[in-house]
């Protein structure tokens, strides 16, 4: 066993059967947390879109996370919100989401951002890219010594992200990533056979 775990991310379309396919794949394996992750709607469509997804995951007790919107976060009762440096700040966030809510940072290849987040009080903090990614725009590369370094000086979670496949992902959890977050890897194809083969790769299935 391992004590990694899979981080899933949606696609940006969540529409039509992606609910069928979302079930297919938390039912496939262990997974810990799905990222709603969807751009350019206004929050009333983007709460129409969530709120299926929302039970599908509260019934299989996997944490429902919000990307970049504190305020979809809190209209829905999310379990947390995930914030790139650009979508506001972890103090924002918890003191509109309350004590309980989990708070993520994107922290790219930086150190320094990451310890700021940790300090600020994150409860966890995503390094990558590591491995070149479909789903968005590789700017920094993240290094597995970085894994490493955090797994060393920190208690807070870290999150791998960025290209990871059931094939790639075995150095990023030796090094010490406590999760692994997956989008296209598992949506680009047959998603329960993905959600499996992540489980078997990192050693919860």
Known sequence: ?????????????????FPDRLARA???????????RVKGLDEHEAARLAEPLQAICSARDVA???????SLAKRLGADGVHLGQGDGVVADARERLGREAQI?????ASRDLAMEAG????????FGAFFPSTTKQTEHVAELETLRWWQRIMELPCVAIGGI?????????????????????????????????????????
């Open 104 to 108: 993520g940072v994107t922290c790219h």
């Open 119 to 126: 300090e600020a009080g994150a409860d966890y903090v995503a």
């Open 26 to 36: 938390l039912d496939a394996a262990p997974v810990a947390a799905f990222q709603f």
């Open 165 to 205: 496949t059931p094939e790639n992902c075995a150095p990023l959890v030796e090094a010490g990533a406590d999760f692994i977050a997956v989008s296209h890897s598992v949506w680009g194809g047959d998603e329960a056979a993905a959600v499996k083969a992540f489980g078997k790769a990192i050693g919860l299935a």
């Open 64 to 70: 429902f996370i919000v990307n970049d919107s504190i």
């Open 1 to 17: 066993m391992t004590d990694c775990q899979l981080y899933l991310i949606s696609p940006l379309d969540v529409s039509g059967p």
